[in-house]
């Protein structure tokens, strides 16, 4: 189970950081990635990081602005989102991909998903 957190609304500019949290023991065992899906869009991939925590991948349009990071002792995955724009307003979701897939961009490569968190970035 994936319980994200920490969505608020921010100003243009600036900062929220997005945690997830995963319950069992086998959280190391998952590449896990972010998501989000804007109102009538499509759930796009915005970041993932691997098993390990040393490979990380990101969009395009988020690359340079938003880090994604994991500590596997607290079974949580980060994703560190800096100088916003009203353009990364969305729901954001946590997802761990199934294994034995390491780290991947790929929606269909996600088996488990968090609930959801809300973003909403005003200019």
């Known amino acids: 189970q994936l319980q994200a957190s920490g969505g608020g609304l921010v100003q243009a500019g600036g900062s929220l950081r997005l945690s997830c949290a995963a319950s069992?023991?086998?959280?190391?065992?998952?590449?896990m990635g972010w998501f989000r899906q804007a109102p009538g869009k499509e759930r796009d991939f915005v970041a993932a990081?691997?098993?390990?925590?040393?490979?990380?991948t990101y969009a395009d349009s988020v690359k340079g602005r938003f880090t994604i990071s994991r500590d596997n002792a607290k079974g949580t995955v980060y994703l560190q989102m800096n100088s916003l724009k009203p353009d990364d307003t969305a729901i954001y979701y946590c997802?761990?991909?199934?294994?034995?897939?390491?780290?991947?961009?790929?929606?269909?490569?996600?088996?488990?998903w968090g609930q959801g968190t809300q973003v909403t970035v005003s200019s």
């Open positions: 997802a761990a991909a199934t294994p034995p897939i390491t780290i991947t961009s790929k929606y269909e490569d996600y088996h488990y």
């Open positions: 069992g023991r086998t959280f190391n065992s998952y590449g």
């Open positions: 990081v691997s098993r390990g925590g040393t490979l990380t």
